[in-house]
Protein backbone atom coordinates (compact mmCIF):
# COMPACT_ATOMS: atom_id res chain seq x y z
CA UNK A 1 0.00 0.00 0.00
CA UNK A 2 2.79 2.58 0.94
CA UNK A 3 5.16 2.19 -2.64
CA UNK A 4 1.61 1.75 -4.61
CA UNK A 5 -0.10 5.04 -3.35
CA UNK A 6 3.31 7.09 -3.40
CA UNK A 7 4.24 5.62 -7.30
CA UNK A 8 0.59 6.18 -7.82
CA UNK A 9 0.74 9.59 -6.76
CA UNK A 10 4.04 10.45 -9.02
CA UNK A 11 2.18 8.79 -11.95
CA UNK A 12 -0.53 12.38 -11.53
CA UNK A 13 2.22 14.61 -10.83
CA UNK A 14 2.96 16.97 -13.65
CA UNK A 15 6.63 15.99 -13.41
CA UNK A 16 8.06 13.50 -16.64
CA UNK A 17 10.95 12.05 -14.43
CA UNK A 18 7.95 11.08 -11.53
CA UNK A 19 5.76 9.96 -13.98
CA UNK A 20 8.37 7.84 -15.56
CA UNK A 21 9.58 6.14 -12.71
CA UNK A 22 6.63 4.93 -11.57
CA UNK A 23 5.47 3.56 -15.19
CA UNK A 24 8.74 1.99 -15.39
CA UNK A 25 7.93 0.40 -12.15
CA UNK A 26 4.45 -0.89 -13.20
CA UNK A 27 5.83 -1.95 -16.68
CA UNK A 28 8.16 -4.26 -15.23
CA UNK A 29 6.77 -6.05 -12.04
CA UNK A 30 2.94 -6.14 -13.88
CA UNK A 31 4.44 -7.95 -17.02
CA UNK A 32 7.11 -10.28 -15.06
CA UNK A 33 5.11 -13.20 -13.80
CA UNK A 34 4.73 -13.45 -9.71
CA UNK A 35 6.56 -16.77 -9.77
CA UNK A 36 9.55 -15.67 -12.01
CA UNK A 37 9.97 -12.75 -9.34
CA UNK A 38 9.71 -14.94 -6.39
CA UNK A 39 12.40 -16.91 -7.67
CA UNK A 40 14.44 -13.67 -8.19
CA UNK A 41 14.38 -12.89 -4.96
CA UNK A 42 14.96 -15.70 -3.14
CA UNK A 43 17.69 -17.03 -5.52
CA UNK A 44 19.30 -14.72 -7.36
CA UNK A 45 19.09 -11.30 -5.42
CA UNK A 46 20.66 -13.00 -2.36
CA UNK A 47 23.97 -13.73 -4.76
CA UNK A 48 24.07 -9.73 -5.92
CA UNK A 49 24.53 -8.85 -2.35
CA UNK A 50 28.18 -9.20 -0.18
CA UNK A 51 29.91 -12.14 0.82
CA UNK A 52 28.27 -11.43 4.74
CA UNK A 53 24.79 -11.01 3.66
CA UNK A 54 24.87 -14.04 1.50
CA UNK A 55 26.62 -16.06 4.46
CA UNK A 56 23.99 -14.54 6.72
CA UNK A 57 21.08 -15.70 4.10
CA UNK A 58 22.04 -19.28 3.27
CA UNK A 59 23.63 -20.18 6.61
CA UNK A 60 22.34 -17.81 9.82
CA UNK A 61 18.33 -18.16 8.47
CA UNK A 62 16.34 -20.82 8.96
CA UNK A 63 15.11 -21.96 5.33
CA UNK A 64 11.78 -21.70 6.34
CA UNK A 65 12.42 -17.86 7.55
CA UNK A 66 14.56 -16.66 4.16
CA UNK A 67 11.75 -18.12 2.03
CA UNK A 68 9.06 -16.51 3.46
CA UNK A 69 10.79 -13.11 3.65
CA UNK A 70 11.76 -13.12 -0.11
CA UNK A 71 7.92 -14.34 -0.74
CA UNK A 72 6.74 -11.07 1.26
CA UNK A 73 8.81 -8.81 -0.45
CA UNK A 74 7.77 -10.41 -3.84
CA UNK A 75 4.05 -10.46 -3.21
CA UNK A 76 4.61 -7.00 -1.90
CA UNK A 77 6.34 -5.45 -4.34
CA UNK A 78 4.16 -7.55 -7.04
CA UNK A 79 0.94 -6.44 -5.26
CA UNK A 80 2.39 -2.53 -5.38
CA UNK A 81 2.01 -2.48 -8.86
CA UNK A 82 -1.46 -2.97 -9.39
CA UNK A 83 -2.14 -0.74 -6.61
CA UNK A 84 -0.24 1.50 -8.83
CA UNK A 85 -2.96 1.93 -11.13
CA UNK A 86 -5.54 2.10 -8.63
CA UNK A 87 -4.48 4.74 -7.06
CA UNK A 88 -3.47 6.28 -9.95
CA UNK A 89 -6.85 5.82 -11.81
CA UNK A 90 -9.25 6.99 -8.47
CA UNK A 91 -7.00 10.09 -8.80
CA UNK A 92 -7.66 10.83 -11.97
CA UNK A 93 -11.26 9.79 -11.54
CA UNK A 94 -12.01 13.23 -9.25
CA UNK A 95 -13.05 16.12 -11.15
CA UNK A 96 -10.65 18.67 -12.30
CA UNK A 97 -12.40 21.38 -10.09
CA UNK A 98 -11.13 19.82 -6.50
CA UNK A 99 -7.37 20.47 -7.10
CA UNK A 100 -8.11 23.70 -8.80
CA UNK A 101 -9.86 24.91 -5.44
CA UNK A 102 -7.03 23.54 -3.45
CA UNK A 103 -5.43 25.85 -5.70
CA UNK A 104 -7.31 28.41 -4.70
CA UNK A 105 -7.32 28.18 -0.91
CA UNK A 106 -3.77 28.17 -0.70
CA UNK A 107 -2.89 24.58 -0.39
CA UNK A 108 0.55 22.99 -1.60
CA UNK A 109 0.66 20.47 -4.19
CA UNK A 110 1.32 17.75 -1.09
CA UNK A 111 -1.24 19.63 1.03
CA UNK A 112 -4.07 19.57 -1.65
CA UNK A 113 -3.57 15.59 -2.16
CA UNK A 114 -3.50 15.15 1.66
CA UNK A 115 -6.28 16.79 2.65
CA UNK A 116 -8.78 16.82 -0.62
CA UNK A 117 -7.57 14.58 -3.19
CA UNK A 118 -6.24 11.19 -1.95
CA UNK A 119 -9.27 11.38 0.85
CA UNK A 120 -11.72 11.03 -1.46
CA UNK A 121 -9.31 8.73 -4.32
CA UNK A 122 -9.50 6.37 -2.03
CA UNK A 123 -13.27 5.86 -1.16
CA UNK A 124 -13.65 5.66 -4.95
CA UNK A 125 -10.93 2.64 -5.40
CA UNK A 126 -11.89 0.81 -2.24
CA UNK A 127 -13.67 -1.90 -4.31
CA UNK A 128 -10.81 -3.08 -6.56
CA UNK A 129 -8.32 -2.43 -3.45
CA UNK A 130 -11.07 -5.04 -1.76
CA UNK A 131 -10.18 -7.21 -4.94
CA UNK A 132 -6.32 -7.18 -4.12
CA UNK A 133 -6.79 -7.48 -0.78
CA UNK A 134 -8.47 -11.43 -1.86
CA UNK A 135 -6.12 -11.99 -4.49
CA UNK A 136 -2.69 -10.99 -2.60
CA UNK A 137 -3.50 -13.88 -0.26
CA UNK A 138 -4.89 -16.47 -3.01
CA UNK A 139 -0.94 -15.22 -4.75
CA UNK A 140 0.43 -16.65 -1.41
CA UNK A 141 -0.25 -20.04 -2.39
CA UNK A 142 2.85 -19.75 -5.33
CA UNK A 143 5.14 -18.82 -2.41
CA UNK A 144 4.90 -22.80 -1.73
CA UNK A 145 7.19 -23.62 -4.82
CA UNK A 146 9.96 -21.46 -3.15
CA UNK A 147 9.62 -23.19 0.15
CA UNK A 148 6.70 -21.09 1.84
CA UNK A 149 4.77 -23.64 4.03
CA UNK A 150 1.56 -22.17 3.28
CA UNK A 151 -1.70 -23.35 3.28
CA UNK A 152 -1.29 -25.48 -0.08
CA UNK A 153 2.14 -26.68 0.64
CA UNK A 154 0.98 -27.88 3.96
CA UNK A 155 -2.47 -29.41 2.41
CA UNK A 156 -0.11 -31.41 0.04
CA UNK A 157 1.87 -32.50 2.58
CA UNK A 158 -1.14 -33.75 4.66
CA UNK A 159 -2.60 -35.26 1.54
CA UNK A 160 0.31 -37.28 0.99
CA UNK A 161 0.65 -38.41 4.66
CA UNK A 162 -3.09 -39.28 4.99
CA UNK A 163 -3.92 -40.53 1.47
CA UNK A 164 -7.21 -38.34 2.06
CA UNK A 165 -6.75 -35.99 -0.40
CA UNK A 166 -10.37 -35.54 -1.12
CA UNK A 167 -11.24 -34.50 2.85
CA UNK A 168 -8.12 -32.34 2.98
CA UNK A 169 -8.52 -30.09 0.14
CA UNK A 170 -12.25 -29.69 0.94
CA UNK A 171 -11.16 -28.69 4.19
CA UNK A 172 -8.54 -26.56 2.49
CA UNK A 173 -10.81 -24.92 -0.31
CA UNK A 174 -13.06 -23.48 2.94
CA UNK A 175 -10.23 -21.96 5.11
CA UNK A 176 -9.98 -19.91 1.47
CA UNK A 177 -13.80 -18.93 1.23
CA UNK A 178 -13.78 -18.51 4.69
CA UNK A 179 -10.93 -16.18 4.84
CA UNK A 180 -11.64 -14.84 1.77
CA UNK A 181 -15.04 -14.08 2.52
CA UNK A 182 -14.30 -12.01 5.63
CA UNK A 183 -12.20 -10.06 4.22
CA UNK A 184 -14.69 -9.12 1.35
CA UNK A 185 -17.58 -8.13 3.64
CA UNK A 186 -14.99 -6.52 6.02
CA UNK A 187 -14.09 -3.80 2.95
CA UNK A 188 -17.63 -4.24 2.06
CA UNK A 189 -18.72 -2.44 5.42
CA UNK A 190 -15.60 -0.17 4.99
CA UNK A 191 -17.14 0.90 1.57
CA UNK A 192 -20.89 1.63 2.98
CA UNK A 193 -19.14 3.51 5.94
CA UNK A 194 -16.67 5.75 3.65
CA UNK A 195 -19.33 6.07 0.95
CA UNK A 196 -19.10 9.80 -0.23
CA UNK A 197 -22.75 11.04 0.49
CA UNK A 198 -24.31 12.34 -2.49
CA UNK A 199 -22.19 10.30 -5.05
CA UNK A 200 -23.89 7.67 -7.48
CA UNK A 201 -23.40 4.71 -6.06
CA UNK A 202 -25.53 1.98 -7.30
CA UNK A 203 -28.93 3.49 -6.21
CA UNK A 204 -27.66 4.00 -2.75
CA UNK A 205 -26.32 7.22 -0.76
CA UNK A 206 -24.92 7.47 2.53
Request: positive net charge; glycine residues 6%.
Amino acid sequence: MAIGTVLGIMRTLPNKAAQTIAKVYVDFFRNVPLLVQLFFWFYVMPNLLTEGFRTFWYQSLDPTTSAAISAAIGLGLFTAARIIEQVRTGIESLPKGQANAAAALGFSTAQAYRYVILPQAFRTILPPLSSELTNCFKNASVASLVGVTELISQTKTISEYTQNSFEIYTYATIIYLIFNLTLIYGMTYLEKKLRIKGQIDGGQHA
